[in-house]
């Protein structure tokens, strides 16, 4: 059969999955359908943020522990959505609960610095190379922080971002997060003409209404793994660019991997150009090793942002860096918040860090990420399904593309039909994923072999019915 019309049959497939599997997912979960009629009254799409939407309605969760969910109908899963990327801890843990029950007892909040926040600044400068941090509230907070200091350190305006990247829902960075394959093609010169297929770099486009039209002029966009591209905007403008912000591992389109050789010459252009480079790492910090792509990789931003895992469940962010950079923050740049640093943030963090994720919780983790992929691969081939599964320690995902991606226009490749038709069919087979191919599983360090049996037994019965 010809590649064509195997896509074609596979898709028809997936299409033919997808119904069944999500009628049988609307039977199953009638009480998050009644919550649902109840939190659109109130809240838009019936959830506290766009990410948590979902057709015809989310499905609400009622409580987790350990590897486990419960949602409002009393259905269990095994957990892999992992809060987008926060539970490497799990649900529940018992040093985690008791961290926040002391904090509590001890008071939740002051808005003035406590030794559990010195003690969790000291430990994420040590496990992550920095000379000096910040704690804030989110990974959005982190990387507008991070920005800022960039522009006030460099006296510059001008910010470089990757295709394909998501950083939060600040004004600067909500440009070509999820570009539609018909304005791909669009090229602009480096001074922000729209130019033909040979112009410098990819059309910077809204991801949003409502940011301000002029802050386009702010934020210039190159592919991941191409230092080439990027030398070429830095040869032109490199003098008016603060930063280059990206994730040194994509994991907001599955996951993308930097090829060989490509951190090593942002890091070289970055420093050469007298750019800021700021490191992402919202969703690779201490989760794809215990110091992030920092640690895996080995080389240096000038500037690293963190969220998510390093809370242990607790809202948090950070960000932090060389010491001369984030001097300006005692200098003129603004850097603040009631909440940063509160005592309740402060000890889940800490706790979670020095108590819970430690090298053998690594292990554990890097053990089953192996065991989850490899069950997939397998899968994957014998029922020759065109996909790759992604393997990093805590994190990693199944992207319906025979190749690994090398950047966002392959994860535009990706078959979405098959994803679509997995995520209902993973749901009623008690896997708790997220809605979206852009996301990845998320490992704790409370999983066990036989909870990763279950996705993969799910998951290759899902392959062979594909495969009809
Ligand atoms: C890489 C990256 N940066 C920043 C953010 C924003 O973090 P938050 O949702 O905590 O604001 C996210 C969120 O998913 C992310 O994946």
Redesign the pocket.
């Known amino acids: 059969m010809s590649i064509d019309t195997d896509t074609e049959r596979l898709t028809a497939r997936a299409r033919e999955i997808s119904a069944r599997e999500h009628e049988r997912l609307l039977e199953r979960t009638r009480g998050s359908a009644r919550l649902y009629e109840r939190a659109a009254r109130v809240l838009p799409l019936g959830v506290a943020s766009n990410f948590q939407a979902n057709d015809p309605y989310p499905i609400y969760l009622d409580r987790g522990l350990g590897s486990h969910v419960w949602d409002v109908d009393g259905k269990e899963y095994v957990d892999y959505h992992g809060g987008?990327g926060v539970n490497v801890v799990g649900h529940a843990h018992p040093k985690i609960v008791s961290a926040i029950e002391q904090a509590a007892r001890r008071g939740i909040h002051f808005a003035v610095t406590t030794e559990p926040a010195v003690a969790l600044a000291e430990e994420l400068c040590r496990r992550f190379r920095l000379e000096r941090v910040r704690i804030v509230n989110?990974?959005?907070e982190a990387?507008m922080d991070a920005i800022r200091v960039a522009r006030a350190a460099t006296g510059r305006e001008i910010v470089l971002k990757i295709e394909g990247s998501?950083?939060?829902h600040h004004d600067t960075v909500l440009f070509s997060v999820v570009p539609e394959a018909d304005v791909l093609g669009l090229r602009q010169t480096t001074s922000g003409e729209a130019a033909d297929s040979a112009g410098d770099v990819y059309r910077t486009i809204p991801t949003s209404k409502g940011v301000p039209k002029v802050m386009a002029e702010y934020t210039l966009i190159v592919p991941f793994n191409d230092a080439a591209a990027l030398e070429h905007v830095l040869s032109e403008r490199g003098d008016e660019i603060a930063a280059l912000i990206m994730?040194p591992i994509m994991?907001?389109i599955g996951i993308v991997v930097p090829q060989p050789g490509y951190l090593e010459a942002v890091r070289d252009l970055c420093s050469k150009h007298g750019v800021v480079l700021i490191f992402?790492e919202?969703?690779s910090g201490a989760t794809v090793a215990p110091g992030g792509a920092i640690e895996l990789y080995g080389v240096q931003p000038d500037l690293a942002c963190f969220?998510?895992a390093i809370g242990g469940g607790a809202t948090i962010?950070a960000f932090g860096g060389r010491a001369d950079v984030m001097d300006v923050v005692t200098r003129g740049a603004a850097q603040q918040g009631t909440f940063n640093g509160n005592p309740l943030t402060a000890r889940a963090g800490l706790v979670a860090l020095t108590e819970v994720l430690t090298p053998d919780a690594y292990e554990h983790l890097a053990k089953l990420g192996a065991r989850l992929a490899g069950g997939c691969r397998t899968a994957i081939e014998e029922n020759r399904i065109p996909a790759h599964a992604v393997d990093l320690g805590a994190k990693g995902c199944v992207s319906y593309r025979p190749q690994p991606l090398q950047n966002y226009r392959d994860f535009l490749d990706c078959n979405a039909e098959l994803f679509t038709a997995s995520w209902p069919w993973l749901l009623n087979r008690s896997i708790f994923m997220t809605p979206g191919d852009e996301e990845q599983w998320t490992i704790g360090v409370q999983h066990t072999d036989e909870d990763v049996d279950r996705y993969v037994e799910a998951f290759a019965e899902f392959c062979s019915e594909l495969e009809g």
């Open positions: 987008f989110s990974g959005t990387t998501y950083h939060g994730e994991m907001n992402d919202v969703k969220a998510k962010g």
